[in-house]
């Protein structure tokens, strides 16, 4: 197998999740100002890492599922929630993969996903199923990547779904509005991201 194939693989991801914490252990900022506004209820965290959001987003109130194509990221995420004295329930699974009912969720919240696209939008259609009459949907990625670097790295920036990728979803399923659709400075002093200084978040509300 490749190194680029397998970062796309639960072993890859499972192997990461097993050594040393990669991320800050903060919530991150555009989840905080966009969802600070909205009333709790039931929350997925798509690619939940090491539970940082998961935990913020309880201990708000919110119902949350946790998911994430690594098992060894869930189990970091519920060590944390518990260390919080909080409860989330993590699924192990890739988006397209997960048993989650359509329509469920009042916030879907992608954060910095590593979601492969397909000739037929598969993800992004599945992420706009998941929320609910109401919902929110948040996909906020980082801008400015380096593609000569993440060539380099393995992978191609261009093999993964954007936040342009699920608003342009969103308008041609119709029913959706789009709250915000912007590029917003990020400022993040520890963890792997730490060199990303921008992000493009889109944040859609289903009718």
């Not at 252990?25 to 997925?44: W, Y």
């Not at 397209?96 to 492969?116: C, K, N, Q, R, T």
């Not at 109401?134 to 906020?140: E, K, M, N, R």
């Amino acid at each position: 197998m490749s190194e680029h194939e397998d970062r796309h693989s639960a072993e890859y991801w499972d192997e990461r999740y097993s050594a040393e914490p990669v991320w800050s252990g903060n919530p991150n900022a555009a989840l905080v100002a966009e969802a600070s506004d909205l009333g709790p209820g039931r929350a997925l965290d798509v690619g939940c890492g090491e539970g940082a959001d998961s935990v913020w987003l309880a201990l708000g109130g919110w119902d949350v599922t946790a998911l994430d194509i690594s098992a060894k990221a869930v189990e970091r995420t519920a060590a944390v929630a518990d260390q919080a004295g909080v409860a989330v329930v993590g699924v192990a699974a890739g988006i397209l993969e997960a048993e989650l009912a359509s329509g469920s969720f009042d916030l879907v919240s992608v954060m910095y996903p590593a979601i492969l696209r397909t000739p037929t939008r598969d993800a992004e259609r599945r992420l706009l199923d998941l929320v609910a009459p109401g919902g929110t949907l948040l996909v906020v990625h980082h801008a400015d990547v380096d593609r000569e670097h993440a060539l380099n790295r393995g992978f191609d920036p261009d093999d993964y779904v954007s936040p342009e990728d699920v608003r342009i979803a969103a308008v041609e399923q119709g029913g959706w509005s789009v709250v915000v659709d912007e590029r917003r400075d990020r400022s993040v002093e520890h963890g792997a991201g730490a060199h990303h200084k921008a992000d493009l978040v889109v944040r859609l509300r289903r009718g």
